[in-house]
């Protein structure tokens, strides 16, 4: 199964597309936690990332398509895989669509998760991170003091810079601007599945399963 998960900042796409991941058995590859991990290791991309990601901005068109070209095109993503934070632009989803054709791949299906924007700001300005387990949490919904909830580690509950407010608000903007159009591009191009983000994450899992399931029909 091959899915791709679009969607504005924070709607849920990495939490939705970790719950297949594990469902499928097939990995998660979210391109925001490849840059989050080559920053971390400080490697040539993450050197370069840093500082454009801190921003909210967009990660070069050529350096992202390598990552991704590598990635897809490797073993552990031969049976299928769930790509999530990618494509992010019009110019980013054609390279997909001329990869998918190199790799023989079919049956793409396209996931677009919506929320609105005053959601959208309050889930991200709550987001909090575990920097050891890689876990998510919300100071809205979860019981968070110094210690993670998940992995038990202590001190090391963090907030993303780019989930602060005002980095928020450029990354939204940057979604509407260069990342919507795509909704367009899949509903001309290929079968688009449409899923309000809103609620709990077990009424969406709900919501995402029965929308692949009807898409098998
Ligand atoms: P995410 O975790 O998907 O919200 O991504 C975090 C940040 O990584 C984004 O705000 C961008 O700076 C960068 N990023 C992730 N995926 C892409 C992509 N496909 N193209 C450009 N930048 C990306």
Known sequence: MYIIFFG?????????????????????????????????KKTELGLKAKSIMDQGMLVPDDLMIEIVRETLSSE??????????????IEQAEELDSLFTELHLTNIIIILMELDEDEIIRRLSNRRNCSNCGSLFNLLADNINNECPNCKSIGTIYQRD??????IRK?????????????????????????????????????????????KK
């Open 8 to 40: 504005p900042p924070g709607v849920g796409k990495g939490t939705q597309a970790k719950i297949l991941s594990k469902n499928f058995q097939i990995p998660h590859i979210s391109t925001g936690d490849m840059l989050r991990e080559a920053v971390a």
């Open 76 to 89: 552990k993503c031969s049976k299928g895989f769930i790509l999530d934070g990618f494509p992010r632009n």
């Open 162 to 167: 780019d989930d602060k407010e005002e980095v």
């Open 171 to 215: 990354r939204l903007s940057i979604y509407k601007e260069s990342t919507f159009p795509l909704k367009k591009y899949y509903q001309n191009n290929s079968h688009l599945i449409i899923i309000n983000g809103s609620g709990e994450i077990e009424k969406v899992s709900v919501e995402i399963a029965a929308a692949l399931e009807n898409s």
